[in-house]
């Protein structure tokens, strides 16, 4: 019962959340307040009363239209807040399947409880970069220099618990010491960007002109400082497979096939990709591994 209400809650909270990303996702780029002035039609400017900002249930009440201008609100509204929703309620469902510890103290509820708070920020980081280069081909430095850092802070964190409550079972950790696992972890995150670096500066070698933004670099360190390396290079390999078939889906549309040559330069959100990735990784990227070596006979 505990679980089921728990996965509830994070579920409405997410709703709730998604519906501020939606905020930002309008106004970061032209450069707006989040805070104000207070939600309103974009179109008409009108503002909105009450019960047209519940997440999902407002837009879906008004049929996605603005109820003074009939302005399109768009399907990304409702979108981001179902995804925000789902994945937190996903986390929480995942989370709350272990039994309780009744040995558990007070500082190892409040470990928990920022490790928690972290991942499901990671999450709500990861959809605002995915949205942000979908329709802007931006990542703004303003959120992955702050998400590498708070990647690595929590990664600090989580050692922090594991030494604190004196796991004996964590082989990396016994292996090479917390201070050995920070370092690893950090020359993870280096080793993700020049990845990126390098792959950007054997394109322009070959190409002359810019392949992979830089933005995309400070993405991957991003995923590595929450991931860890192998995870950021599983999210890059599924970032790759997902930016093909999107590249296939664009080949096949008759718009894009009339000319050639504007087809093969046309830019894709690699980002958005390596999101959608990073995503996957988190929730799913063990079984994916383990699938992968027992398909490799390793």
Known sequence: MIRILGTIFAGLLGLAFGSFLNVCLSRWP???????????????????????NVPLVSWLALRGRCRTCRAWIGWRYPLVELAVGA???IYAWRLLSGPWDPDSTASDFFFGFLLVAGQVTFYWLLLALAILDAENLWLPNWI??????????????????????????????????????AAKWLLGILAAAGFILLIRWLYWLVRRREGIGLGDAKLMALLAAWLGLPGALLAFGLGVVLGALAAVVLLVVPSARRDSE???????????????????TSLWGQPIIAAYLRWAGF
């Open 87 to 89: 994945l937190w309620a």
């Open 30 to 52: 032209v450069g707006e307040s989040v805070v104000s002035p207070r939600s309103h039609c974009r179109q008409c400017s009108r503002a909105l009363v009450w019960w047209e």
């Open 144 to 181: 992955t220099l702050p998400g590498i850092a708070l990647g690595l802070a929590f990664k600090l964190l989580d050692l922090a618990l594991i030494v604190h409550q004196h796991v004996a079972d964590d082989f990396e950790t016994e292996r090479y010491g917390p201070y050995g696992v």
């Open 262 to 280: 504007t087809w093969a330069f046309s830019k894709l959100p690699l980002g958005t990709f390596l999101c959608i990735g990073g995503i996957v």
